[in-house]
């Protein structure tokens, strides 16, 4: 007897463990389809439409995305500066090429900080220039960045990168070295500055200093030949304008007036820069998109300055010494109304340009820029100008960059867009 109800405990038992899991498993199935039903479908390709929060980018980045991002890829132009303890590739001892007024460490700028940072684009990786890489890719090539100063500063980083694996060999210069060649004789690879500060003809009264003695006389519906005439046979270029469009000037087409910008003492209707901004870069993008050119031409937007507590001519000085955050400072209303007529200008000219086959892009630098009020020689374009008097009053330059500096990251970006397009 005892053994039958030892017999029927465990049968018992069972029947409970049995009817005890089914519970369990039950629970746990309405349990899981529950949450199932509560959580969002991340996946659906077809969101129900939602109220939008308040951005949490500034207007212009925005914009930026809305012009120049690509299906699939990163934008090379959203992003952030972050530390880079290796710093630079060469210094002004290893390069000689460096103008005096951008050589901040030879006119004894005191301050290191700024040259220890590298621009990482949000989302994706943006490998270092690599100029070994570069002059086997550019063998036989010839580039050309066209524009005013900032284009020469830029080239000058270029070359300082480039030549930490040959040096090039200088090979032409205009008569007042503004328009440049150099050679990289292993590569026979060109690169040629070329001075065209407005892109269209014109006219300048100035001296070497930027003193003017009248107003620049602007022929806006013709093209400047200094870069026309060489384009035809130019693989890659940059090119770019800007701020000489801020000059007092006289506005010509069809070799009539037109108008002027600041201009008082002249009988002439005042159109205002962002008149004529807009009509020389329309020509210009036409004449790029309509050209069916087989190369690259890249499109530089312009550089917003940092003068802070005045001007260039009304003693502003940029005395930073690291990187801001974004939304941390605002471009300029100047500087604002060059970027918008740029971006429309070549949103417009891109789908003609790619009717005709011509490989048109945006280097849209200006974004990354303007966090880097740091990087300007400022008072340190002169040969140690605090050397006599520590409280001297000097000339500060916050629109040009100290090299090495900030301006080298630009070759980083456009050696992604050559490799990877």
């Known amino acids: 007897m005892k053994s039958n109800w030892k017999l029927w405990f465990s049968k018992h038992l069972l029947v409970k463990f049995a009817v005890a899991f089914l519970l369990v ?92 940072w590298r621009w990482n684009p949000r989302g994706c990786e943006l490998p270092p220039f690599n100029p070994k890489r570069f002059l086997e890719i550019m063998r036989n090539k010839s580039w050309a960045l066209i524009g005013d100063s900032i284009s020469r500063n830029h080239v000058q980083s270029l070359l300082c990168m480039l030549s930490t694996v040959e040096r090039p060999i200088h090979v032409y210069h205009d008569k007042e070295y503004k328009s440049r060649r150099w050679n990289f004789p292993t590569y026979n ?42 384009y035809p046979n130019l693989d890659y270029m940059i090119i770019s304008t800007g701020k000489w469009f801020l000059k007092a000037s006289i506005y010509y087409e069809k070799n009539e007036v037109l108008g002027c910008h600041y201009c008082s ?11 004529a901004y807009r009509k020389a870069l329309r020509n210009v993008m036409n004449f790029v998109a309509t050209s069916n050119h087989k190369g690259l031409i890249m499109f530089r937007t312009s550089t917003p300055d940092h003068f802070e507590n005045g001007e260039w001519s009304s003693g502003g000085t940029c005395r930073r010494k690291s990187p801001v955050k974004e939304g941390e400072m605002q471009l300029k209303d100047i500087h604002r109304i060059l970027r918008d007529i740029e971006l429309e200008e070549f949103k417009n000219a891109t789908m003609k340009a790619s009717s005709n086959g011509v490989n048109l892009k945006l280097l849209d630098v200006n974004p990354l820029s303007l966090l880097r009020p740091d990087g300007h ?45």
């Open 377 to 421: 020689p400022g008072p340190y374009r002169e040969y140690h100008p605090f050397a006599r008097d520590k409280k001297a009053k000097v000339q500060n330059d916050c629109l040009h960059w100290c090299l090495p500096g900030p301006i080298d990251s630009w070759n980083d970006l456009i050696m992604e867009m050559v490799v990877n397009g």
């Open 25 to 116: 498993g039950l629970a746990f199935r309405l349990l899981f389809v529950r949450s199932t039903d509560l959580s969002p479908n991340i996946e659906t390709p077809f969101p129900e439409k939602i109220v939008a929060s308040e951005p949490t980018i500034i207007e212009e980045v925005q914009q930026n995305e809305e012009q120049i991002a690509e299906s699939g890829k990163c934008n090379l132009f959203v992003g952030d500066w972050v530390s880079n303890p290796s710093g630079p590739i060469y210094t002004n001892k290893s390069c000689p090429l460096i103008e005096s007024h951008q050589n901040c460490m030879r006119n004894g700028r005191p301050d290191t900080g700024y040259l220890y």
């Open 265 to 275: 003492k002249k009988n002439f209707k005042d159109l205002g820069f962002d008149f």
């Open 189 to 230: 690879f060109t690169i040629s500055v070329i001075w065209s500060p407005f892109l269209v003809k014109a006219k300048i009264f100035e001296d070497y200093n930027g003193v003017s003695t009248s107003e620049v006389q602007l022929h806006l519906d013709q093209l400047d030949k200094q870069w026309t005439d060489l």
